[in-house]
């Protein structure tokens, strides 16, 4: 994949996560607040997948990624993530207060990554590109 492809789909996951900012949000808070899980996982994808919950479709929002809701024991146990490698990504996690935990899962890439939570100062645009 070249540098461009791969910053075409970076901006794009971006201007789709600005939208869904607030939802995922909230879904990371109720997750923990449930006992779910300790480190809610995001599955941001162009495609249907068999794991998680489908909490946002990109159809009913005109993005460009459906974002799934699911945990680090079920991408475990999905071998999505080896049993040997949880310490690991749980040493990685950042706080799930202030960013959210996306896999970004495209024909051409799969990577995990961290994005801040826009913070809530009234002027979503500018805490959003401030982050």
């Known amino acids: 994949m070249s540098e461009e492809e791969f ?14 900012d607030e939802m995922i949000k909230e879904v990371s ?3 923990i607040a449930e006992g779910f899980t300790e480190y809610p996982v995001f599955i941001a994808t162009e495609h249907d997948v068999k794991i998680g919950e489908l909490i946002i479709d990109k159809n009913d929002m ?14 475990v146990e999905t071998k999505l993530i080896l049993e040997t490698k949880k310490n690991d990504f ?7 207060k202030k960013f959210m935990c996306v896999m970004l899962a495209t024909e051409k890439l799969a990577s995990f990554i961290f994005v801040p939570f826009a913070k809530s100062s009234g002027n ?8």
Do not use: R, W
């Open 7 to 20: 910053k075409k789909i970076i901006e794009s996951l971006k201007a789709d996560l600005k939208i869904y």
């Open 29 to 31: 808070a109720d997750m």
């Open 62 to 75: 005109a993005g460009t990624y459906n974002v799934y809701a699911t945990t680090i024991d079920e991408m």
């Open 90 to 96: 749980i040493k990685a996690y950042k706080d799930p």
């Open 124 to 131: 979503e645009e500018e805490d959003y590109l401030n982050n």
